[in-house]
């Protein structure tokens, strides 16, 4: 079945950008989502890319995909310490059920 | 709009007692997912419906979870008995339909611990 790794932390200054990264297995997934869940919340979706796009940007967000590495990256520019949360790639094929990765928790500091 | 609710929160059980989460989706929503979060993890689906037909159950556990939507709106999901290893954030998530581009909004979860 899929598997979906990312790294389990990362730390960043306020004010600077962050790049969480992700790499999955299953070249056929279609969907790619970046979810961000705050403490005691439930998941938000934060936004998605077709696997036959390169590149999403929505206001401080920007996803890249590499679909020949299979790779997924989620860049936010200016991160503020509201953006400190659990950040979860998510990839799904046909069946548009999505395969969560284990989550990036993202420690934003003065 | 209001979102996903679930009830209870939390809830502290002993090792084969059982328990029941409630699920209420958005309003229109035709598509309810349950996920299991354990701690540490991403969420996994256990059950999605459509309506109130079972589209994949492949990954519920049938000799001790069960899971129904009898009127396509509500879901409750049941545990009995419950193990150790159940411990974990059960997730109700509702969509307008089952496309890919096709939006889950997630509740707050319920936060399940078993003693």
């Known amino acids: 079945g899929e598997d979906v790794e990312q790294s389990l932390f990362l730390s960043v200054r306020e004010g600077d950008s962050s790049v969480i990264n992700c790499t999955y297995t299953?070249?056929?997934?279609?969907?790619l989502y970046w979810y961000k869940q705050e403490p005691g919340a439930g998941l938000q979706l934060l936004t998605y890319i077709f696997s036959n796009m390169d590149m999403k940007q929505d206001q401080r967000l920007t996803v890249l995909l590499n679909k020949k590495d299979k790779h997924l990256s989620l860049r936010i520019a200016d991160t503020q310490t509201g953006d400190s949360a659990i950040y979860f790639c998510?990839?799904?094929?046909?069946?548009?059920?999505?395969?969560f990765g284990r989550g990036t928790s993202l420690i934003v500091h003065p | 709009e209001a979102g996903v609710a679930q009830s209870p929160r939390y809830k502290i059980i002993e090792k084969r007692q059982s328990v029941a989460f409630w699920c209420n989706p958005i309003?229109?929503?035709?598509?309810l997912y349950w996920y299991q979060q354990i701690l540490g993890q991403g969420p996994k689906l256990l059950i999605q419906f459509q309506n109130n037909g079972v589209v994949d159950d492949s990954q519920l556990p049938k000799d001790r979870f069960s899971a129904e939507r009898l009127k396509g709106v509500d879901s409750t999901l049941k545990i009995q008995p419950a193990k150790l290893e159940d411990s974990a954030v059960y997730l109700c998530?509702?969509?307008?339909?089952?496309?890919?581009?096709?939006?889950?909004?997630f509740g707050p979860g319920t936060r399940l611990t078993v003693l």
């Open positions: 998530a509702s969509s307008l339909d089952m496309g890919g581009t096709d939006t889950q909004y």
């Open positions: 309003s229109g929503h035709a598509t």
């Open positions: 299953d070249s056929s997934s279609t969907y």
């Open positions: 998510a990839v799904a094929g046909g069946s548009y059920i999505p395969t």
